[in-house]
């Protein structure tokens, strides 16, 4: 059993760094977003997981054939007579991409919010061959 030892000037980061840090390694899991990606046929479903985060809070873009999934949560105004003793919840701003392919457009895919999930919808499309000449010019 742990026993915080009450002699030391951090009396309570001692209780709360041994309440929080086993088994959850807070610290290594802000920024992670986790997603799912299940193959549904003709579109590939990602559903990842954005805990907290309001709709507004969430922004997706489309660029080079790489899907960006950008979460930012601005730093709430402090109360100047409250002292905290630990303070988790993030403030900042996490990102995730993934290569969706450059013949998928942003008309394509379709987003939905609930919860502090993520759902996108991304449709299956054939990767366009591009022919090219690999024979030099000789003069």
Known sequence: MY???IF????MDDVFDSVFS???EYKKAVNQMSTDITDCGDFYQ???????YAKEEVKAE?????????????????????QFIR?????GKCSRSYYVGDQVTK???????????????IPKKEAIEKKEDHY????
């Open 3 to 5: 026993m915080p030892s």
């Open 8 to 11: 030391h000037d951090n009396f």
């Open 22 to 24: 086993v088994p959850f």
């Open 46 to 52: 990602l559903e990842i997981e954005l805990p907290g």
């Open 62 to 82: 489309l660029k080079d054939g790489y899907l960006t999934i950008e979460a930012a949560k601005e730093e709430t105004k402090e109360n100047k007579e409250e």
């Open 87 to 91: 303070r988790e919840r993030f403030t």
């Open 107 to 121: 008309e394509d895919i379709q987003a939905k919010f609930d919860n502090g999930v993520l759902a996108l919808r």
């Open 136 to 139: 030099i010019l000789i003069e």
